[in-house]
């Protein structure tokens, strides 16, 4: 691209920031099943694992467009629970490539002032994983700007029955009485404590499942179905699965009329 193509690019993806920005409401929290790599590359008769590298990039530019448009948190599947049911050499290239992942990308993060977290059951990852994700999260710790969570060996049965299991222990141990629990509690003992739920779920390749994401943390989450895979999923994609956000109206079981007057009782306050 010549230097004025690239020019006029930065302009118009600023414009359309700028646009989602002025609409007032920009999820405080996203989350992502990336789904699709493998059809990617089938697609191109291509071994699965560059569906897996391309999709790296689709990470760099959503993670680079969260950033800019000022979302809090960002929640990527990257590896479920049940994905170590895959082929040993699957999952071995998949281990590696988070590695390497992690390594060349710590850096970049770092500079856009990026906090990297990680939630699942990290024990289980290769050691050479678990050490390149404990420096991604030690490195970035003071950062103030978007919060990347990571879930990696996550699965939403997973976070419950590690919270049940706690929660259960502290009521053993008399430090939490069984009559004061109750949903904000059980949240505290999630892996995305302090974290609001997410506002807004992304599904890549047209796939309409939770495939065991966060169960309990989605209950009221906007959803959007992407129809690309997730090697073909930029920042574009995500500025429509926004746009689209912005025009959901989020009644958490209420009726139409009463999210109106809360919404104007707001707006007169502020
Ligand atoms: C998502 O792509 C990546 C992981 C689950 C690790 P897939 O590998 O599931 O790709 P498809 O769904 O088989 O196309
Ligand atoms: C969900 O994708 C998990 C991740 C994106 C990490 P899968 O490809 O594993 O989901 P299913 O098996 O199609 O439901
Ligand atoms: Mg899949």
């Given at each position: 691209?010549?230097?004025?193509?690239?020019?006029?690019?930065?302009?118009?993806?600023?414009?359309?920031?700028?646009?989602?920005?002025?609409?007032?409401?920009?999820?405080?929290?996203?989350?992502?099943?990336?789904?699709?790599?493998?059809?990617?590359?089938?697609?191109?008769?291509?071994?699965?694992?560059?569906?897996?590298?391309?999709?790296?990039?689709?990470?760099?530019?959503?993670?680079?467009?969260?950033?800019?448009?000022?979302?809090?948190?960002?929640?990527?599947?990257?590896?479920?629970?049940?994905?170590?049911?895959?082929?040993?050499?699957?999952?071995?290239?998949?281990?590696?490539?988070?590695?390497?992942?992690?390594?060349?990308?710590?850096?970049?993060?770092?500079?856009?002032?990026?906090?990297?977290?990680?939630?699942?059951?990290?024990?289980?990852?290769?050691?050479?994983?678990?050490?390149?994700?404990?420096?991604?999260?030690?490195?970035?710790?003071?950062?103030?700007?978007?919060?990347?969570?990571?879930?990696?060996?996550?699965?939403?049965?997973?976070?419950?029955?590690?919270?049940?299991?706690?929660?259960?222990?502290?009521?053993?141990?008399?430090?939490?009485?069984?009559?004061?629990?109750?949903?904000?509690?059980?949240?505290?003992?999630?892996?995305?404590?302090?974290?609001?739920?997410?506002?807004?779920?992304?599904?890549?390749?047209?796939?309409?499942?939770?495939?065991?994401?966060?169960?309990?943390?989605?209950?009221?989450?906007?959803?959007y179905i992407s129809d690309l895979f997730w090697p073909d999923f930029r920042r574009n994609e995500l500025y429509k699965a926004i746009a689209e956000y912005q025009k959901r109206e989020r009644r958490f079981g209420m009726v139409s009329e009463q999210v109106q007057t809360q919404k104007s009782k707001a707006s007169y306050v502020g």
């Open positions: 691209m010549s230097t004025r193509r690239v020019q006029d690019a930065i302009r118009d993806d600023q414009k359309i920031q700028n646009e989602l920005k002025r609409n007032g409401n920009i999820p405080t929290h996203i989350a992502v099943i990336m789904d699709g790599n493998g059809r990617w590359a089938k697609k191109r008769k291509l071994p699965r694992i560059a569906g897996h590298n391309e999709g790296v990039e689709s990470v760099r530019d959503t993670v680079e467009s969260c950033g800019q448009l000022g979302v809090k948190y960002l929640t990527l599947y990257a590896f479920s629970t049940e994905n170590w049911k895959r082929p040993k050499e699957e999952v071995s290239m998949l281990m590696r490539l988070l590695m390497r992942a992690l390594r060349d990308e710590t850096d970049r993060l770092h500079k856009n002032n990026v906090r990297v977290h990680a939630i699942g059951d990290i024990s289980s990852l290769p050691q050479e994983v678990q050490d390149e994700l404990l420096d991604a999260i030690e490195k970035t710790k003071h950062n103030t700007g978007l919060n990347l969570l990571l879930a990696l060996s996550y699965s939403g049965r997973w976070d419950i029955t590690d919270a049940v299991r706690r929660l259960i222990s502290n009521v053993q141990q008399g430090t939490v009485k069984t009559e004061n629990i109750n949903d904000h509690l059980i949240s505290e003992y999630l892996s995305t404590k302090n974290v609001p739920d997410p506002d807004l779920l992304i599904r890549t390749s047209g796939e309409f499942r939770i495939s065991n994401f966060l169960l309990w943390q989605l209950a009221y989450s906007e959803i």
